[in-house]
């Protein structure tokens, strides 16, 4: 569940309260996280032929069954957040997934039938642990961006240096693998991921026996070097996106503390004004 930031800290009274604190269970959230996997279930089912000419027509009252489901869900959050619904991401994204799914899956739009599988992704806005990594993967973009380009640029050196040096070989082979700037940027992806690179390098080094120079080389800087660079800009991430979550959580419970401390001289000053009320009318009476 992903209430709206600007709606953070307020609360609801009456039956948009209800409908807010509604939303807002776990008991709510699992139900919905459930329906989810169960219109997964129901998805794959449909793709046997078997079953679907069996129980198509249970299934499709199954998955408009989910759907209307699916639709009350997003109504009610509407009628709880108003258009600050559409302030959170999450909220969007999901409100896109159930839009695509109203679209009649007939005509030009019959591929959307397909895409009914999209509705699985509403998990990640409902599991946090799994908004945590995607919202660690978005951080991490422009740092991947970088590194892209520094791929590319490293792509693109070695590609012209295969194919001038063995694209100009005559062998078939070679003209095959390296004849042209996409047939070495696309061999060298095979390399670079490892995939049966020695089936490129061996008939390679027969003709140049050096060439184990040029991939090693390569296999070295692409696959263990720049690669893990990927990877370590996700992990430094999701420590941000940790350690930001930690800080949340610990102004949040300072918060609710101060607020408790603030009710509890409320209550001793309430408490105050009613001894000194009940003296002064005493004294009155005197």
């Known amino acids: 569940m992903v209430r709206p930031v600007n709606l953070a800290n307020k609360s609801f009274t009456g039956l948009r309260g209800k409908v807010a604190s509604l939303v807002e269970r776990n008991a709510f959230v699992n139900g919905i996280a459930a329906v989810i996997l169960l219109n997964a279930v129901t998805l794959g089912l449909e793709t046997d032929d078997h079953i679907r000419a069996e129980y198509g027509a249970a299934l499709h009252v199954v998955d408009l069954v989910i759907l209307g489901i699916f639709v009350i869900e997003i109504l009610l959050k509407l009628f709880a957040y108003r258009l600050s619904f559409f302030r959170a991401g999450w909220n969007v994204f999901d409100f896109g997934i159930v839009a695509i799914a109203l679209i009649p899956a007939a005509g030009a739009f019959s591929i959307l039938r397909a895409m009914r599988i999209f509705r699985m992704l509403r998990l990640l806005s409902i599991v946090p642990s799994m908004r945590r990594v995607i919202t660690a993967l978005l951080n991490a973009v422009p740092g991947m961006l970088s590194i892209l380009g520094i791929m590319m ?29 996409g047939d070495s940027m696309f061999t060298l992806f095979q390399v670079m991921t490892l995939e049966d690179w020695p089936d490129v390098a061996g008939p390679t080094m027969v003709l140049f026996p050096w060439a184990w120079v040029f991939f090693v080389t390569f296999i070295v800087v692409t696959s263990f070097a720049v690669l893990n660079l990927f990877v370590g800009i996700i992990v430094d991430a999701m420590d941000i996106i940790h350690d930001f979550e930690e800080e949340g959580k610990g102004v949040k419970d300072f918060v609710h503390k101060e607020n408790e401390d603030i009710r509890n001289e409320l209550d001793s000053l309430r408490g105050d004004m009613a001894e000194i009320k009940s003296l002064l009318v005493a004294a009155s009476k005197k």
């Open 153 to 181: 640029i490293i792509f693109y050196i070695a590609a012209v240096m295969a194919t001038k040096v063995f694209g100009g070989s005559s062998d078939p082979l070679m003209q095959e693998m390296f004849g042209s700037m």
